[in-house]
Nanobody, 125 residues
Framework: VQLQASGGGLVQAGGSLRLSCAAS????????MGWFRQAPGKEREFVAA????????YYADSVKGRFTISRDNAEKTGYLQMGSLKPEDTAVYYC???????????????????WGQGTLVTVSS
């Protein structure tokens, strides 16, 4: 599956953004989805993940209560709604998809085998 992330931009602290991840192909609904981010000079870190059906969601402690992950399997699109943004949320955000029918919703980059190109989110103070 090919993934295309979009929706990044410049926002003031306290503001909101919604990222989208559009997938190609017919297997989107069989794949778990995740969002990761990478700030300059830092390793890629887990942000959120969602199961194939969308019933189960998981969040990093740093974004819990502020971000919401969702998906629309009919539209083959995943979303990351980000609120109460902080300067430390500044990073390139990547969407990712697991292999079809992967056995778990993982939190590691190794649990995902398809990646979007990244979209930059900059939060100013």
């Amino acid at each position: 599956v090919q993934l295309q992330a979009s929706g990044g931009g410049l926002v003031q602290a306290g503001g909101s953004l919604r990222l989208s991840c559009a997938a190609s192909g017919s297997t989107f609904s069989s794949r778990n989805m995740g969002w990761f981010r990478q700030a300059p000079g830092k390793e890629r870190e887990f942000v959120a993940a969602i199961s194939r059906s969308g019933v189960a969601t998981y969040y990093a402690d740093s974004v819990k209560g502020r971000f919401t992950i969702s998906r629309d399997n009919a539209e083959k699109t995943g979303y990351l709604q980000m609120g109460s943004l902080k300067p430390e949320d500044t990073a390139v955000y990547y969407c990712a998809a697991s292999a079809p029918l992967y056995y778990k919703v993982g939190f590691s980059p190794s649990d995902f085998n398809s990646w979007g190109q990244g979209t930059l989110v900059t939060v100013s103070s």
